[in-house]
Structures are given as C-alpha cells and as structure tokens.
C-alpha cells in the first residue's frame, strides 16, 4: 500500500503538523518562544522596526532566562531601498544590544524558525517583518525534522 508519508519519518510526527497564517501565527509563534528552554534560532531576510517591537519584550525574557537566540538574516547593504537599510541596521543594534546573536547569509531568503531543536516553523512569513501581507507557515513537532533542516542550512557551522 502507498504511503505520501517519508517512510524515514514517523507517522505520528507528522499528526503534529499546523498551518498558520498571518493572523494566526504570532500567538502561537510567541507562546512557543516563551516555552523555550534552551535556543531560538529565527531566520527572516527582513526585519522591520515595527514587527520586531512587538517580539523585543519576549527576547528579552528569552536572554533572562539564558536561552541563546540568533538571528540569520541578509546584511543590510543587500537592500535596494534606503529606508529599509535604516531600519534593518537600527533593528539590527537592538537585537545585538540584547545579546542575540545576528548572522548575515547573503541573499538569505529563508523564512524558518526551530526552536529547542524540537520545534521547526518554515514556510514563507517573514517572522521579524511581517506587515500587511499575506502568509502561511507551517509548524510541526519534531526534534528528526528540526534537526534535519539545522544540517540541511549548516547553521551549526555560525554558532559562537
């Protein structure tokens, strides 16, 4: 009998699987981050004052509590328009200010969150700039999934 199910993942991983979109996502998103216990990595090519105001108060809790959380995202010199230059080096500083570790990948477009290496988020809602479009992201429960998309980007390779 066929199965769309990867034979190398288990069925019951999959049963944990969630679509979101933008104006689902950041409830959940944010109950997730503050049951973290250990490491938050988020990559999102934008990031925009306005949406990142919104997360600061939770990083914070996060670096309180010693969870390590980093941030991959594109230089800021990768962005055509001046105004989003600005506020990425503005937003930028204040996450480093916090203690977040930030990485730049160049011509990163990749919109994933994993958190705890248990939790992976990925789809295409840019997680620290979302604004008034429209998203989906997708989160699924599973330490083989998380696990395989931290090998799969190599973001091992960047951790301090």
């Not at 049963?15 to 997730?32: P, V």
């Not at 991959?72 to 200010?97: G, K, V």
Request: no cysteine.
């Amino acid at each position: 009998m066929f199965s769309p199910l990867n034979r190398h993942t288990p069925s019951n991983e999959l049963l944990s699987s969630k679509l979101f979109n933008e104006s689902t996502f950041y409830d959940t998103f944010t109950k997730d981050l503050n049951d973290s216990l250990h490491e938050v990595i988020i990559e999102s090519p934008f990031i925009a004052h306005r949406r990142l105001a919104q997360l600061l108060p939770t990083l914070h809790k996060l670096k309180d509590r010693k969870v390590r959380v980093v941030v991959n995202t594109r230089d800021p010199q990768e962005h055509d328009d001046e105004y989003l230059r600005n506020e990425a080096h503005q937003s930028i500083s204040s996450l480093q200010h916090l203690g977040v570790q930030v990485l730049f990948t160049v011509g990163h477009h990749r919109k994933l969150v994993i958190i705890d290496r248990h939790i992976l988020y990925e789809g295409i809602l840019n997680v620290l700039s979302q604004n008034h479009s429209s998203e989906v992201m997708r989160r699924v429960e599973s330490t083989q999934l998380a696990w395989q998309m931290v090998r799969f980007v190599e973001i091992d390779k960047f951790l301090n």
